[in-house]
Nanobody, 125 residues
Framework: QVQLVESGGRWVQAGGSLRLSCAAS????????SGWFRQAPGKEREFAAA????????YYADSVKGRFTISRDNAKSTLYLQMNNLKPEDTARYYCAQWSGSYKSVPSASEFLDWGPGTQVTVSS
């Protein structure tokens, strides 16, 4: 079973930028669509961004569209999330995930059996 480990989260001021990374343990990384979810305190885990297996196509939640960019490097089995113009409402723990099928057919968070440790992003105003 592939393991995903997120990194890159930290405290940042509003308007700042961060780049998150997600390293996969298996060479099968390129076989699956991938994406980022996030969970703020007291809220349910929500979808943020998705990318196709090849990396040619992306899909974003309205709340991050135009500010976040998802990308992947299949040779390195790594997923990225470039976050610009961060807002306090972006404060959350960020998780990566993979799934079979289309990058636009994003499973709900409850359908994933296992999650990595996540990485904390805190945006202060």
């Amino acid at each position: 079973q592939v393991q995903l480990v997120e990194s890159g989260g930290r405290w940042v001021q509003a308007g700042g930028s961060l780049r998150l990374s997600c390293a996969a343990s298996e060479d099968t990384f390129s076989y699956y669509a991938s994406g980022w979810f996030r969970q703020a305190p007291g809220k349910e885990r929500e979808f943020a961004a998705a990318i196709s297996r090849s990396g040619d196509n992306t899909y974003y939640a309205d709340s991050v569209k135009g500010r976040f960019t998802i990308s992947r490097d299949n040779a390195k089995s790594t997923l990225y999330l470039q976050m610009n113009n961060l807002k306090p409402e972006d404060t959350a723990r960020y998780y990566c995930a993979q799934w079979s099928g289309s990058y636009k057919s994003v499973p709900s968070a409850s359908e994933f059996l296992d999650w990595g440790p996540g990485t904390q992003v805190t945006v202060s105003s």
